[in-house]
């Protein structure tokens, strides 16, 4: 058989030579319930309006026989003799080195007039877990150019760590200082949920010209269907993948993971899930260690390294989506709303924050200082509301007496503009600087 034979056998037996349809039974304003397809969870669909365009649909679950899907765009124009047609495709996203420097959608798609994008292949929306043992070790420092996460919370290359503030504390001024300062090859921004407003002011102010250059920017905004808002996260992991699988180190960052929740949330409600605390659906804590997994430092070469935004809601702090990512992540950085409302900032509360993987990447020297920076503070914020009263007496407490003859100086390597960048090195020394300040005259 000649080489063009077989490669027309094997297109026909490739070939879905039956086609499949079904028909639309109900829609809830979420979920289309539809007599057929046969089709699995997870395969593409096309709802065939009587008219305009085919609108695309994912097969979320089964209910009674019924096949359950939620559409991706606007359903205007569909109606109860609609025809549901399978692909026999699971969604995937094309990735290319053309991304960088561009402002997409969740399916890679330009938002930012510019011209059309030139792909290099496709990546699956959902991967297959890692091998464990394929990953490497962490051991080598992510300088962060925000002198309170390098001095006192440093993190890896390969961590995933976690910003948790509740809305209004900075958490959209210190990613683009994260975006814009952190050495990596390459760096993808998941924007999931956000106003719309709020991405062209993250892009001009945040993020600036300069960090967008080596930036790929996936947007899904709060008006978007709940599919597409959770699609963004998938496809920005995909795209992640795809350049650590080209041997580069990655910045991944994703703002925010709350909003990923509860646009799993009315997912899961919508095709049945119970509720649990505050409604979330277990779907919602399933996938959430799925998600973050995708990252890490590989054996082979290339390493992504995340940082998540959770928004807190009510700023509580042991609320469900807040709780479990903390327990998952390799970290997290705690913004507190009283330190931004006294003018510091970034607001990080380094005590109720941590690095899990300081201690492998820092010698032990700088570990030690960067303890006793934070037994100071914390003896500082135990006694905080005595010495506002006017209470303390110098020489009652001589922890406390120290503390407060080192506190402006510690103040003033913690506190950073958000245009401003600083050297890890610089940020050790002035801590150490800090730490050898002199006593002086304190009193009630």
Do not use: W
């Given at each position: 058989?000649s080489g063009?034979?077989?490669?027309?056998c094997?297109?026909?037996?490739?070939?879905?030579l039956?086609?499949?349809h079904?028909?639309?039974?109900?829609?809830?304003?979420l979920?289309?319930?539809a007599?057929?397809p046969?089709?699995?969870?997870?395969?593409?669909?096309?709802?065939?309006?009587?008219?305009?365009a085919p609108?695309?649909?994912?097969?979320?679950g089964?209910?009674d026989?019924?096949?359950?899907?939620?559409?991706?765009?606007?359903?205007?124009?569909?109606?109860?003799?609609?025809?549901?047609?399978?692909?026999?495709?699971s969604?995937?996203?094309?990735?290319?080195?053309?991304?960088?420097?561009?402002?997409?959608?969740?399916?890679?798609?330009?938002?930012?007039?510019?011209?059309?994008?030139?792909y290099d292949?496709?990546?699956?929306?959902?991967?297959e877990p890692?091998?464990?043992?394929d990953?490497?070790?962490?051991?080598?420092?992510?300088?962060?150019g925000?002198?309170a996460?390098?001095?006192?919370?440093?993190?890896?290359?390969g961590?995933?760590v976690?910003?948790?503030?509740?809305s209004?504390?900075?958490?959209?001024?210190?990613?683009?200082?994260?975006?814009?300062?952190?050495?990596?090859?390459?760096?993808?921004?998941?924007?999931?949920?956000?106003r719309?407003?709020?991405?062209?002011?993250?892009?001009?102010?945040?993020?600036?010209?300069?960090?967008?250059?080596r930036?790929?920017?996936m947007?899904?905004?709060?008006?978007?269907?709940?599919?597409?808002?959770t699609h963004?996260?998938?496809?920005?992991?995909?795209?992640?993948?795809?350049?650590?699988d080209?041997?580069q180190?990655?910045?991944l960052?994703?703002d925010?993971?709350t909003?990923?929740a509860?646009?799993?949330?009315?997912?899961?409600l919508?095709?049945?899930?119970?509720?649990?605390?505050r409604?979330?659906?277990?779907?919602?804590?399933?996938l959430?260690?799925?998600?973050?997994?995708?990252?890490?430092?590989?054996?082979?070469?290339?390493?992504?390294?995340?940082?998540?935004s959770?928004?807190?809601?009510?700023?509580d702090?042991?609320?469900?989506?807040?709780?479990?990512?903390?327990?998952i992540l390799?970290?997290?950085?705690?913004?507190?709303?009283d330190?931004?409302?006294?003018?510091?900032?970034?607001?990080?509360?380094?005590?109720?924050?941590t690095?899990?993987l300081m201690?492998?990447?820092?010698?032990?020297k700088?570990?030690?200082?960067a303890?006793?920076?934070?037994?100071?503070?914390?003896?500082?914020?135990?006694?905080?509301?005595?010495?506002e009263l006017?209470?303390?007496q110098?020489?009652?407490?001589?922890?406390?007496?120290?503390?407060?003859?080192i506190?402006?100086?510690?103040?003033?390597?913690?506190?950073?503009?958000?245009?401003?960048?600083?050297?890890?090195?610089?940020?050790?020394s002035?801590?150490?600087?800090?730490?050898?300040?002199?006593g002086?005259?304190?009193?009630a």
């Open positions: 058989m063009l034979s077989q490669h027309l094997a297109a026909v037996s490739r070939a879905d039956a086609s499949r079904g028909r639309l039974t109900a829609f809830n304003g979920v289309i319930e007599a057929g046969e089709a699995h969870l997870g395969e593409l669909c096309e709802v065939l309006p009587a008219h305009g609108i695309q649909a994912e097969v979320v089964f209910r026989n019924r096949v359950l899907l939620m559409p991706y765009g606007n359903v205007q124009g569909i109606s109860a003799d609609s025809r549901i047609r399978a692909t026999g495709r969604l995937s996203i094309p990735v290319g080195a053309g991304l960088l420097g561009r402002v997409v959608d969740a399916f890679s798609q330009p938002l930012d007039g510019g011209p059309a994008i030139a292949a496709r990546y699956p929306l959902y991967r890692i091998n464990p043992l990953r490497a070790e962490i051991d080598e420092v992510l300088e962060t925000v002198r996460i390098d001095g006192l919370l440093t993190l890896g290359v961590q995933r976690g910003v948790l503030a509740g209004g504390v900075g958490k959209s001024t210190l990613l683009g200082m994260l975006a814009k300062h952190v050495r990596a090859d390459v760096t993808v921004m998941g924007l999931i949920g956000e719309g407003r709020e991405v062209g002011d993250f892009l001009a102010h945040s993020l600036g010209a300069e960090g967008l250059k930036s790929v920017v947007v899904a905004t709060a008006d978007q269907p709940a599919l597409v808002r963004a996260v998938h496809a920005a992991h995909a795209v992640a993948e795809y350049f650590r080209q041997g180190s990655v910045l960052i994703v925010s993971m909003r990923f509860m646009a799993q949330r009315e997912i899961g919508a095709v049945g899930e119970p509720p649990t605390f409604g979330y659906t277990p779907s919602v804590f399933g959430l260690p799925k998600v973050l997994e995708r990252c890490g430092r590989m054996r082979k070469g290339g390493a992504i390294s995340a940082i998540y959770v928004l807190v809601e009510g700023d702090m042991n609320e469900p989506v807040t709780d479990h990512m903390r327990a390799d970290g997290h950085i705690v913004l507190q709303r330190l931004a409302a006294r003018g510091h900032h970034p607001a990080i509360d380094v005590l109720q924050s690095s899990r201690s492998r990447v820092v010698p032990e700088e570990l030690a200082i303890r006793e920076v934070k037994r100071h503070l914390a003896v500082y914020e135990g006694s905080r509301d005595l010495v006017g209470a303390h110098r020489g009652a407490n001589p922890a406390l007496d120290r503390a407060l003859d506190k402006p100086a510690l103040d003033q390597v913690l506190c950073q503009g958000a245009s401003e960048h600083s050297r890890r090195s610089e940020a050790m002035g801590l150490r600087a800090a730490l050898e300040v002199q002086g005259a304190h009193g």
